[in-house]
Nanobody, 119 residues
Framework: VQLQASGGGLVQPGGSLRLSCAAS????????IGWFRQVPGKQREGVSC??????????YYRDSVKGRFTVSKDNAKNTVYLQMNSLKPEDSAIYYC???????????WGQGTQVTVSS
């Protein structure tokens, strides 16, 4: 079971990025996949989650990203995406994908991808 996140980078405020989380060893359609972020010195926080198809692929967002971020799945590519629009400096963090959508000792994490929003 492996998750690999990519797509981070440097973007100006108001810009967009799309993060990808490629899965291997399991089908993204069968599980809930979450996006988390962490700033040095602070706790990792949940950003978004998309449930399994059995649970209708319901999506969840933290309040600060609602209306700006969209999570989606491409089952054919076995990949989950996080489209981030209208980015703000406070969105800067290392972003991780994981399954399930809760931070527990049993959570499987991908490596992080750095997102920096700065002019």
């Amino acid at each position: 079971v492996q998750l690999q996140a990519s797509g981070g980078g440097l973007v100006q405020p108001g810009g967009s990025l799309r993060l990808s989380c490629a899965a291997s060893g399991f089908r993204v359609d069968d599980v809930a996949i979450g996006w988390f972020r962490q700033v040095p010195g602070k706790q990792r926080e949940g950003v978004s989650c998309i449930s399994s198809s059995v649970s209708d692929g319901i999506t969840y967002y933290r309040d600060s990203v609602k209306g700006r971020f969209t999570v989606s799945k491409d089952n054919a590519k076995n990949t989950v995406y996080l489209q981030m629009n209208s980015l703000k400096p406070e969105d800067s963090a290392i972003y991780y994908c994981a399954t399930p959508c809760v931070n527990t000792p049993r959570t499987r994490w991908g490596q992080g991808t750095q997102v920096t929003v700065s002019s």
